[in-house]
Structure formats: C-alpha cells, structure tokens
C-alpha cells in the first residue's frame, strides 16, 4: 500500500500529496485517525481526502483506513529504531550511516520484489527473447544500470546496445523496427532524454519497455510494458543507491529469465566470454594465469 502511494505521489495534487505524506509517514497513527482528523492534520478537506483515496485506487476512507491498519501489522522495524525512515539525522555516527544505509537500501530490494508485477516481467522477457535486436538507454545514475543490463545480455549473446549519448540513441532508435525491443531505465519516469528516445522507437514499431519508480509518469505514456521499482530518496539523496538497487534488481530477474529460455545456449556464451578474459587475471604473486 505505502509502495504504491509513494509511487503515484508525482500525480497527485499538491494537497493530496500532504495526504499521501502523512500515511506513508506513518500508516499506524493515520490508520486511527478521522477523515476530520486526517484532513486537519494534512491542512485539507475531508473531500480531498476522499479524493486522494480515489486516486491511490481506494472506494473510500473506510478502505484506505483497513489497508493502512493491515500495513502498519506487517512492517518489521529495524534493530535500529533510529534508521526508521532512512533519514540520517545532523550529527548521525558512521554506525547509524551504515545501519540506515543498509535497511533502506535492502529495503527498496524488498518491496520491489513484493509489488513487481510478474505478468508483465513475464511479457518483458518474451519479447526480449526474441528480440533482432535490443536497444537499452537510460542517464544519470540510471545509465550505469543500462550498460549493467546491456552487458549481460551481450555477454549470453543477445545482440543489446547501451547509448549513453542522447543524439547517438536517438539516431539508433530511428533505425528499430517491429521485432525489435527499446528498454528505457528512468528512475523518476519524467527523463526527457529517455522518453523521447522510446517515443522514437515506438514510432518506428519496437516494443518498448520503461522501468520506472513512478508507474503514472510520462516514461509510461511511451512504454508498451512498464515495470516499477520502489526505491524512496533520503538524506543526501541516498536514494539514488537504493533506485539503482532496485533497477538492478528487476534488470537481474529480466536476464535471467531470458537466459533460462535457452539454457544449453546460455551456458556455452558464458564459459566462452568467461574463458576468453581468464588470461587477464593474474595469481596472487602477481603472475598471468596460463
């Protein structure tokens, strides 16, 4: 439920959006409170409120109330009740760094797994299976997980490019067609250089795929699939760390689903492209392995 609020909160309204803070803040206390106590403390309506409950997909608040009640009985707080949030206080010691860090990062694994829709994972990965040809592109902190995803297609001998210059993607998505597959990583969905790039390739009759934290965002209005992640910003914008995280989580569950459609192929790419770099490694005394 708090995944999903988070991830539509770019398409709410302002006032909604103070809703959509405070229960995600904390669905326990929300869960207690009125629609008059809700809307109050979140200096709206109670109309807003039953506006904002309408666009997280709620019939009312007596709805939203149980799924809150019902989240707040499933979280698991941290051993560290100080890294509850992910936020890292002024003054915060490396100990509580590390501990925040790690819960949120492994918790954005977490609840990515736990809302990833596999129907459309499983679509993701037939169509990349049969893919002529794949094109990945993806800026920022999202480019590292595309050039991750196009090498370990490459590596099992699907025929993946990764664009990081917006010009060269463009000009390359003109040259897709039917058959073929452009798969765009977009933490925020709104990347205009990522958008445009799948708007071009779907022009030209590619299947396009979007992987975005924000399923309502413009990334979406470009993709024939699109997967989401749920990775949430904390201080100092460690949540640059968990979105790649999670990327890097439905990336992993795609190519191995890809790779398990030809296993006997898939096997003989990796000990070829494994064998083929074994020389450059060397022994501990500093010596090339033969």
Known sequence: ????????????????????????????????????????????????????????????????RIRLAAEAARRVEPPDARVVGGDIPPGADMAQIVATIAFNDARAVEETADQLDVRACEEAVAALASAGRIDVFGVGASGFVAADFQQKLHRIGRTAYYWPDTHTALTSAALLGKGDVAFGISHSGATTDCVDVLAEARERGATTIGLTNFPRSAIADVADLVLTTAARETTYRSGATASRLAQLTVVDCLFVGVAARNRGRTRRNLESTAAAVKSRRTTRGGRRRG
């Open 1 to 64: 439920m708090i995944v999903h609020v988070t991830g539509l909160l770019p398409s709410l309204s302002p006032a909604e959006q103070r809703v959509a803070r405070l229960v995600t803040a904390d669905p326990a206390a929300a869960a207690r409170q009125t629609i008059t106590e809700l809307a109050s403390a979140a200096g709206t309506s109670e109309a807003t409120v039953i506006r904002f409950c309408r666009s997280v997909g709620m019939a009312g608040y007596p709805q939203l």
